[in-house]
C-alpha cells in the first residue's frame, strides 16, 4: 500500500479486512497473544526477540488468513506480531530486530519543563515564605 493513502482511507479499509479475518488462528487467543508481543517488544537482543515471537509466528505459518492479516497490519498501521512478521507501525520488519528503547525527544522535553516548573513553583514559595517573614517582622517593629 503506497503511503500516500490517507488515514480517511486506510481506517475503514483496515475495519473491512479486520471483520475478514474470520479463520484466523489467533482468533480468541488474545491474551496469550498480547504476552507473545509483549515479551517481544521487551526483548533486548536478537536472540530473546526471536525467542518470544517464535510461538506466535509459528501459528501464523500455518494460518488462513495470514495475507489478509498482513494487509491488516498495513493498513491499520500495527505495531506488534502479526502474519509471520513483526510490524512497526504498519511496516514488515524481521521478528529478530529489537526496537530501541528510546525516551521521543517530545517526551524529553516534558519532563524538562515539568522539572523546570517545579523548580519555578519551589522558588515562589519560598520567595513568598520570604516576603511573608519580612512583612510580619516590619509589623512587629511598628
Request: net charge positive; glycine share 4%.
Amino acid at each position: 500500500m503506497s503511503s500516500s493513502k490517507s488515514a480517511a482511507h486506510r481506517v475503514p479499509l483496515a475495519r473491512i479486512a479486520s471483520a475478514e479475518i474470520e479463520p484466523a488462528q489467533c482468533k480468541g487467543r488474545g491474551k496469550w497473544w498480547t504476552r507473545k508481543e509483549t515479551a517481544h517488544a521487551a526483548a533486548t537482543d536478537s536472540e530473546s526477540a526471536v525467542k518470544a515471537a517464535k510461538p506466535a509466528l509459528r501459528l501464523c505459518s500455518r494460518c488462513p488468513a495470514a495475507e489478509l492479516c498482513g494487509y491488516w497490519a498495513e493498513l491499520d498501521q500495527y505495531t506488534g506480531l502479526a502474519a509471520g512478521s513483526a510490524w512497526i507501525n504498519g511496516r514488515r520488519k524481521d521478528p529478530a530486530q529489537v526496537r530501541q528503547k528510546v525516551t521521543p525527544p517530545h517526551e524529553r522535553a516534558r519532563e524538562d519543563l515539568l522539572a523546570a516548573f517545579s523548580d519555578l513553583t519551589k522558588a515562589v514559595v519560598e520567595a513568598r515564605a520570604e516576603a511573608q517573614a519580612e512583612t510580619e517582622s516590619l509589623d512587629r517593629a511598628s
